[in-house]
Nanobody, 124 residues
């Protein structure tokens, strides 16, 4: 069983930055991702990273603003968010998928484990 614990959410003004972190238990190789869900909306893909850290993928609406990275020595994945907009307000979830491939995955149905979420609120 894998546990994912997110941190780093909070309240920020539009144009500001936040860094989310996700700590994963265990040493199994995982592809990782961030998803988000705003009230009344479906959970949506934000960014993904393969187990090696070489391959990354982003939703169009965050390209150029968000950066996903990982540190496999520490079993952590991070999401650096810049130029935040009010529409980025949502609960952000870390997800993990057992994978020996270095590819990324962008569907929430592909992930095996989820964190509890961390709230990001961007004020205008």
């Amino acid at each position: 069983q894998v546990q994912l614990v997110e941190s780093g959410g909070g309240l920020v003004q539009a144009g500001g930055s936040l860094r989310l972190s996700c700590a994963a238990s265990g040493r199994t190789i995982y592809a990782m991702a961030w998803f988000r869900q705003a009230p009344g909306k479906e959970r949506e893909f934000v960014a993904a990273i393969g187990w090696s850290g070489v391959n990354t993928d982003y939703a169009d609406f965050v390209k150029g603003r968000f950066t996903i990275s990982r540190d496999n020595r520490k079993n952590t994945v991070s999401l650096q968010m810049s130029s935040l907009k009010p529409e980025d307000t949502a609960a952000y979830y870390c997800a993990a998928k057992r994978s020996l491939e270095s590819r990324t995955y962008s569907s929430n149905l592909q992930y095996d484990y989820w964190g509890q979420g961390t709230q990001v609120t961007v004020s205008s």
